[in-house]
Nanobody, 124 residues
């Protein structure tokens, strides 16, 4: 079992920045690829970014490339999502998730453990 807890969400104006953190406990953190997903009101859960266990490879949905950066600190059992140049359409609940895969899959069904989510609201 892996327990995941997100933090860092909040309300920000368009153009602003937030950094989300996801702290993991339980089984060996480096056994898992990690991903960030988001779900807006009435929308499906969408892949945002993923990272391999080593951090050597990262993956992004096209709409956040160049604005968001995923990273991980294995010594701290933590994965981060730095979000810059935020837009109102980025408003959603953001979830981190762990997979025994490499973190490249955009399919939420391939992720085995989930956090409770953190709300990000971007005002125009």
């Amino acid at each position: 079992q892996v327990q995941l807890v997100e933090s860092g969400g909040g309300l920000v104006q368009a153009g602003g920045s937030l950094r989300l953190s996801c702290s993991a406990s339980g089984r060996t953190f480096t056994a898992y690829g990690m991903g960030w997903f988001r779900q807006g009101p009435g929308k499906e859960r969408d892949f945002v970014a993923g990272i391999t266990w080593s951090g050597d490879d990262t993956y992004y949905r096209s709409s956040v490339k160049g604005r968001f950066t995923i990273s991980r600190a294995n010594a701290k059992n933590t994965v981060y999502l730095q979000m810059n140049s935020l837009k109102p359409e980025d408003t959603a609940v953001y979830f981190c998730a762990a997979t025994v895969g490499d973190g490249s899959s955009p399919n939420w069904e391939n992720y085995h453990y989930w956090g409770q989510g953190t709300q990000v609201t971007v005002s125009s």
